[in-house]
């Protein structure tokens, strides 16, 4: 028997089935009630219980704490993959063979330099202008270099748009950092992979050739597994939205860095570790807590609209912490986040609102333990989500189901009026 939901309406009588697949009812066939003329529609700030898209990239259980790319859960994937071969699966579907993974990894090394002139438009920010600002205009830019990727609809250019953005995004992001601290820009080298490339293109001084302990390679290949692709989330959104109306990626993933930026999402990190240094020590964790549950401040780094449960990326984060400060040594606030945490796992404010440690909580204290400046760190998070939004731009442009997206909304203000004159005005 099919599934269905019947709906009456006892004010006029009026009913409907309305069919039920795959969980969801289509939105629009309520339109078929008429509320005083206006077809019934339904009202959903921040997209709480709407489906947009099918998708077949990331798979989130939320109660259960479950995250999958492709099919494949999160923690095997950070424990065996590389960013390039979880990107690689992110865009095909499929992991890499060892001759797909190698192809791959040599048309990214061979799209990592910036186009000449974009090094102009760098040089005119501020020398203070945050990273995130610079990643974003400067992706924006990338379209008047590549046009051809408004030719979405050819597999080819997709492809090759897809690939220099991806390879292009360390760099963009390592010359947006040492712009900020004036030093000379380093530019890629084909001898290294991905993470270790962008670690000598951020950090590398005098010395003939930069080379990272590889416990620290391996940390920046785990973090950027584990962001790269996090379904319909803000950013995603943002892209797939600006996506609707015909554009390029470069101009889609430029709104979604935009949407990243927020302190609510991608900003979450830079805002933990500055309430870490507020806190200070652990003593004044209690004191902290009570601030949180009377409404004062939000625990940043808790929380999350879809895991109502641990967040399956800070359990793999926080076994990263360990390994990246046997490095670097250990970072005292350390101690603070695990006190937060512990109060965050017992205390009924938290529990009853199933408020758990998500992705940001311990990834700042690693950035920062690499040497990263707050403000770089949403930049660590936008550059490996950029294949999660090209996965999710190419579903789109391919999804036949897909239209602009253009919300409805309820109009509250005033109605028809007449023109006032200025000498009439009070
Ligand atoms: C992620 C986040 C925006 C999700 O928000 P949301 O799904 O809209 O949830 P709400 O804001 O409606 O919160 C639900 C309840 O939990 C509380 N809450 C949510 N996150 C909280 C936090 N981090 N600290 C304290 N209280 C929090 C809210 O005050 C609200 O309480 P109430 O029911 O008494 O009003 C939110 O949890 C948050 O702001 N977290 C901190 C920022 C962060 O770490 N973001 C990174 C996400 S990966």
Not at 24 to 34: H, K, P
Not at 66 to 76: C, F, H, K, T
Not at 239 to 251: I, K, P, Q
Request: hydrophobic share 40%.
């Amino acid at each position: 028997m099919a599934d269905i939901l019947q709906i009456r309406r006892p004010a006029s009588g009026t009913e409907a089935e309305l069919a039920i697949t795959e969980a969801t009812i289509r939105a629009t066939e309520l339109r078929q009630f008429d509320i005083g003329g206006e077809p019934l529609a339904t009202f959903d700030p921040g997209f709480m219980n709407t489906a947009v898209c099918h998708s077949a990239i990331t798979y989130i259980d939320g109660d259960a704490g479950v995250l999958e790319y492709r099919g494949y859960p999160i923690a095997e994937l950070a424990e065996h993959s590389t960013y390039l071969e979880v990107a690689y699966l992110l865009l095909n579907g499929e992991l890499p063979n060892p001759t797909q993974l190698a192809d791959w990894e040599s048309q990214v090394t061979e799209h990592r330099t910036l186009p000449d002139k974009l090094k102009t438009v760098l040089a005119g920010f501020p020398y203070d202008a945050h990273p995130m600002t610079i990643l974003m205009a400067s992706v924006a830019a990338f379209y008047s270099f590549y046009p051809d990727a408004r030719n979405f609809d050819d597999p080819a250019a997709r492809s090759l748009n897809i690939t220099r953005l991806i390879a292009k995004m360390p760099t963009l992001a390592a010359f947006a950092y040492r712009k900020g601290k004036a030093r000379p820009y380093v530019n890629p080298d084909d001898s290294y992979g991905y993470c270790h490339n962008f670690l000598a293109m951020l950090f590398k001084q005098a010395e003939r050739r930069y080379v990272a302990d590889p416990r620290l390679i391996r940390a920046m290949e785990v973090l950027f597994i584990l962001h790269a692709d996090h379904e319909q989330n803000c950013s995603t959104n943002a892209v797939r939205s600006v996506a609707s109306s015909g554009n390029d990626l470069y101009t889609c993933a430029s709104a979604g860095i935009g949407a990243l930026h927020g302190p609510l999402h991608g900003g979450a990190n830079e805002a933990v570790l500055k309430m870490l240094r507020e806190i200070r020590t652990v003593d004044r964790v209690p004191e902290f807590i009570e601030g949180v549950k009377a409404g004062k401040v939000r625990m940043m780094g808790f929380g999350h609209r879809v895991y109502k449960n641990y967040d399956p990326r800070a359990k793999i984060i926080k076994k990263s912490v360990e390994d990246v400060f046997e490095v670097t040594g250990v970072n005292p606030l350390l101690e603070v986040a695990k006190e937060l945490e512990r109060y965050g796992l017992e205390d009924e404010y938290f529990v009853k609102r199933r408020l758990y440690p998500n992705v940001d909580f311990y990834s700042g204290l690693i950035y920062e333990a690499l040497g990263f400046p707050p403000e770089m760190f949403t930049v660590l998070f936008a550059i490996p989500r950029t294949s999660g939004w090209a996965a999710q731009y190419q579903e789109f442009i391919t999804d036949s189901e897909q239209k602009i997206a253009r919300p409805k909304q309820i109009y509250t203000g005033s109605r028809t009026r007449s023109y006032v004159p200025m000498e009439e005005r009070d």
